[in-house]
T-cell receptor, first 112, second 116 residues
Framework: SQQGEEDPQALSIQEGENATMNCSYK?????LQWYRQNSGRGLVHLIL?????REKHSGRLRVTLDTSKKSSSLLITASRAADTASYFC????????????FGAGTRLFVKA | KAGVTQTPRYLIKTRGQQVTLSCSPI?????VSWYQQTPGQGLQFLFE???????NKGNFPGRFSGRQFSNSRSEMNVSTLELGDSALYLC???????????????FGPGTRLTVL
């Protein structure tokens, strides 16, 4: 089963609005990352938040992490049509090296 | 720096055949991971190679195998293809961090495999 589960599965908003996506995971992690994917192409890394961090910002992106609830949220502010994509959270289990587990993703559609 | 490259980009095979996909990581990156993405199962971790050694492995049958060369380039092989192997196969590379698994992964564009 997947480690990360995103909520909602799909989100449709107007340009200029904020978009919030949530992710829950099951086991302890080293870090949590958010990725974007456009139309079945490769993934683009957005932001990484380590297990000892609670909040991180990058441009219009804000990520929070609550390890006690095993959850994270991604906020995209002032969304643009170009933000239309699928967004995935990914967690690395506490193993040596990478064993990244992705959630099912949230499909975001931003209407112009 | 050039990004992660994957070849071929598209591939059509028939059931029972085998296929080899190639991934060239970003220069200086030593970790290469492979993922399978399907509409039904989403993104699933296949395996990770570091310095020519498989460091982590996902829950895939033995028909899926991989290797890494001394220049960090990696290949994955799928033998006896099944219809369900149709997917986008993504590879990702990462620089060596203070501890493995704590750095960002950079993804290639993927190889779309169709099994008929």
């Amino acid at each position: 089963s997947q480690q990360g589960e995103e909520d909602p599965q799909a989100l449709s908003i107007q340009e200029g609005e904020n978009a919030t996506m949530n992710c829950s995971y099951k086991t302890s992690i080293n870090n949590l990352q958010w990725y974007r994917q456009n139309s079945g192409r490769g993934l683009v890394h957005l932001i990484l938040i380590r297990s000892n961090e609670r909040e991180k910002h990058s441009g219009r992106l804000r990520v929070t992490l609550d390890t006690s609830k095993k959850s994270s949220s991604l906020l995209i502010t002032a969304s643009r049509a170009a933000d239309t994509a699928s967004y995935f959270c990914a967690t690395d289990l506490n193993t040596g090296g990478f064993k990244t587990i992705f959630g099912a993703g949230t499909r975001l559609f931003v209407k112009a | 720096k050039a990004g992660v490259t994957q070849t071929p980009r598209y591939l059509i095979k028939t059931r029972g055949q085998q296929v080899t996909l190639s991934c060239s990581p970003i220069s200086g990156h030593r970790s290469v991971s492979w993922y399978q993405q399907t509409p039904g199962q989403g993104l699933q971790f296949l395996f990770e190679y570091f310095s020519e050694t498989q460091r982590n492995k996902g829950n895939f049958p033995g028909r899926f195998s991989g290797r890494q060369f001394s220049n960090s380039r990696s290949e994955m092989n799928v033998s006896t293809l099944e219809l369900g192997d149709s997917a986008l196969y993504l590879c990702a590379s990462s620089p060596p961090g203070l501890a493995g698994g704590t750095d960002t992964q950079y993804f290639g564009p993927g190889t779309r495999l169709t099994v008929l």
